[in-house]
């Protein structure tokens, strides 16, 4: 595992059980998720049939909410999990108070509770 996701990771690890808002931007649209993170894994992404490469990806399971700035409610998380593909290319920034991912699709800002 790279080491930039290494750094995630162990950044999520550290907030298993506490309430974290995900705040994701993505061509203008803005989701904001509201969960617990109890488990934290990694997929490395693999080509499929049609030689399409999936990313590799962090996987947030929890529970949760999701909800669309154009205030069409909020929703369970799908699954109780929450996907973050990591590309080649993505940039983290990490504190004590925040994580910020940005990568060639979106930027998240994950702050907890």
Do not use: C
């Amino acid at each position: 595992m790279d080491h930039r996701v290494a750094e995630i990771a162990d950044w999520f690890m550290g907030q298993i059980n506490t309430p974290l808002v995900i705040r994701k931007e993505e061509q203008g649209d803005v989701d904001q998720v509201m969960m617990t993170v109890q488990k934290v894994s990694f997929l490395t992404g693999s080509p499929d049939r049609d030689d399409y490469v999936e990313e590799d990806r962090l996987v947030l399971l929890g529970d949760g909410r999701i909800s669309t700035e154009d205030g069409g409610g909020a929703a369970e998380l799908p699954r109780h999990s929450y996907e973050i593909p990591l590309g080649p290319s993505f940039r983290s920034e990490i504190d004590e108070r925040e994580l910020q991912v940005a990568t060639d699709r979106a930027y998240y800002r994950i702050v907890p509770q």
